[in-house]
């Protein structure tokens, strides 16, 4: 990410937002806000003293998915990209109360700027590469297994924050009250494979669920049981992972985790979580008496996803993820031409597929820049100016303004025509044909 | 035996890849659906419909993109007014309105075109001929 942001041919803008596009391809004319950060990045350097000073602390962060707090100016993460941190106006005491400015008064280069204003940015481009990622299946719509309600039942990434080095508890694998758990079940498919939730498989669940069994035996040897539906592990080197865990003395239980709850029935389950199974090899319902439970939650379109498809003109696909070209044969483009999708937007897939898919989008945009030229669809829209009245609803139906009244006859930009045809179901007098798609021509295919 | 000979005008970028799936799902269903591409289902004027049961079409299926995803934006909103306003003149005509059937069928709805074709070939099936109509 360094190199990307030292990289001279790469412009990144970022606490920014799409706010609209228009054109074609070869020529997008895109608006972006440039939302105000009230910090100039021209002078800061990144050397963190003002987050280090604010006195607004214990601000939930995000990253750390509400485990690890933050200060009102902050960097979103150890390793961001401008390393420059942004005034969060909410809880910033001086935007709230008119007080404080300390980091203002300390920044060695003078960097803050309270007045800092949005900006409209508008940029011409010829291609767009949509990557925007996705959510994780919020928990809480499946209460059964006590997210929020319960305490020590984690979502995957809570557990991935906890069990980082540089996360809020050092790496340390620790329950709500401080103590270090002796037993933690992963319960995998929370929210996927499941027609109640989402029906498709997330992927990367499988992988991952194994990577916490593995660091959870090393770290504190707690005993670990992974309830599964199937093992997914489909990648290279992926299976072999799967059976170095099966060494690992981890216990695989097939059946999907059904419950979590505090409820003991006898002394062994007091004060501990109870997931309840049913252990499909055995043919047996079971009872898990364990200290920490991780719900393994897919991965789920972003949920502004809608008005991003709208946004850049993409159809979504039954499960909500950005709709591609063609499964097989056009995994990166869209039915709009010049816009391209890349990585989990477009499905749900682990690091080394987004990588991949990255790499084919860029190279699909390249090639359309070398090109230099775009062939058009020959299928457009042509007026018989003998036959046109000039009445106009060609005009009004046309969605791109591609058809014009010039000396009160009907004219079609050819670049603008899509080939649509919406014009032809207008015209009355059958003025306006669409080449290749005449009447005449449909009424041949019968 | 009377088998209906039903016209669809199908867009290129929602229900004509939906109809695509259907077939690469080996999903079975009727046959007697003639399907004609046409780029957006905006394309469909009441004339040619009007035409293709002229030429002799048992029932007329147009189908395109939801609402918020036509490939062109509104063209599908076109439609959506266009052919309600045509059946009422059907009906008018004399004709049974229910020869013409509108969807909405994305890409991803395989199942979905299977079951209205069968549906829809079934109504048309429990209908005289158009032959018999237009004599």
Redesign the interface.
Same mark, same amino acid.
């Given at each position: 990410m360094v190199s990307v942001g030292q990289h001279e041919n790469i412009e990144i803008l970022s606490f920014s937002e799409v706010e609209e596009v228009s054109g074609y391809v070869g020529n997008f004319e895109v608006k972006v806000r440039k939302k105000a950060r009230y910090v100039k990045e021209e002078l800061c350097n990144g050397c963190g003293l003002c987050q280090e000073k604010c006195p607004a602390r214990n601000i939930p962060s995000e990253f750390d998915c509400g485990i690890g707090s933050r200060k009102a100016i902050y960097m979103p993460f150890p390793q961001a990209i401008p390393r420059i941190p942004v005034i969060d106006k909410v809880n910033c005491i001086y935007f709230q109360k008119g007080r404080c400015r300390a980091c203002e008064k300390l920044c060695p280069r003078e960097a803050v700027d309270f007045e800092q204003e949005d900006r409209i940015l508008d940029l011409e481009v010829g291609t767009i590469i949509v990557a925007t990622g996705f959510d994780l299946f919020d928990c809480t719509r499946a209460p059964q297994y006590g997210y929020g309600r319960l305490d020590n039942v984690l979502t995957s990434l809570e557990f991935e924050r906890m069990i980082n080095s540089q996360g809020p508890t050092g790496g340390k694998v620790l329950l709500k009250d401080g103590r270090v758990p002796q037993s933690v079940a992963i319960l995998h498919c929370i929210g996927s494979r499941d027609e109640n939730y989402n029906e498709y498989c997330s992927r990367v669940c499988c992988m991952y669920s194994l990577k916490f069994a593995h660091l959870v035996r090393d770290s504190i040897g707690a005993q670990v049981y992974e309830l599964y539906i199937d093992m997914r592990t489909f990648g290279k080197g992926y299976e072999e992972f799967y059976k170095r865990l099966m060494k690992e003395d981890v216990i695989f239980i097939r059946g999907k985790g059904a419950e979590v709850t505090d409820v003991a029935e006898r002394p062994r389950e007091e004060g501990k979580l109870i997931v309840k199974c049913e252990d499909t090899l055995l043919g047996e319902l079971r009872r898990i008496p364990v200290d920490m439970v991780i719900l393994s939650n897919g991965l789920e379109p972003r949920r502004d996803a809608t008005q991003t498809a709208r946004l850049f003109g993409l159809s979504r696909s039954r499960d909500g993820f950005f709709l591609e070209k063609h499964p097989k044969l056009a995994p990166v483009e869209t039915a709009s031409d010049g816009i391209l999708i890349a990585g989990a937007c477009q499905g749900p897939k682990d690091i080394p597929d987004t990588v991949a898919q990255a790499g084919a989008a860029a190279a699909v945009a390249l090639s359309m820049m070398d090109m230099g030229k775009w062939t058009l669809e020959p299928s457009i829209a042509q007026v018989d100016v003998e036959r046109c009245s000039g009445c106009g609803e060609c005009l009004l139906a046309c969605p791109y303004k591609a058809i014009e009244l010039v000396e009160g006859r009907a004219q079609v930009s050819e670049t603008l025509c899509k080939g649509c045809g919406t014009c032809v179901g207008h015209c009355l007098p059958k003025a306006i044909t669409l080449l290749h798609f005449t009447d005449e021509q449909l009424v041949a295919e019968m | 035996m009377y088998e209906p000979k039903i &016209?669809g005008?199908l867009c290129t970028? @929602?229900s004509y890849p939906g109809a695509d799936l259907a077939g690469t799902s080996r999903l079975k269903y009727p046959p007697n659906v003639?399907i004609?591409r $046409? =780029? @957006?289902s905006? !394309? $469909?004027?009441?004339? =040619?419909i009007l !035409?293709?049961f002229r030429?002799? +079409?048992d029932g007329v299926l147009v189908a395109g @993109?939801h609402f918020?995803? @036509?490939?062109? &934006?509104?063209?599908n909103h !076109?439609?959506a007014k !266009?052919i309600p306003i045509l059946k009422k003149i059907l009906e008018y005509a004399g004709m049974e309105p229910q020869r013409l059937r509108l969807e909405w069928i %994305? +890409? %991803?709805?395989g199942e979905r075109f299977a079951e209205v074709v069968e549906e829809f070939t079934e109504t048309i099936r429990g209908l005289p001929p158009m032959k018999e109509v237009l004599r």
């Open positions: - | &016209i005008y970028y @929602c003639n004609i $046409v =780029l @957006c905006g !394309r $469909v004027s009441p004339e =040619l !035409r293709t030429e002799g +079409a @993109c918020g995803d @036509c490939h062109f &934006i509104n063209g !076109r439609t !266009r %994305s +890409a %991803s709805e």
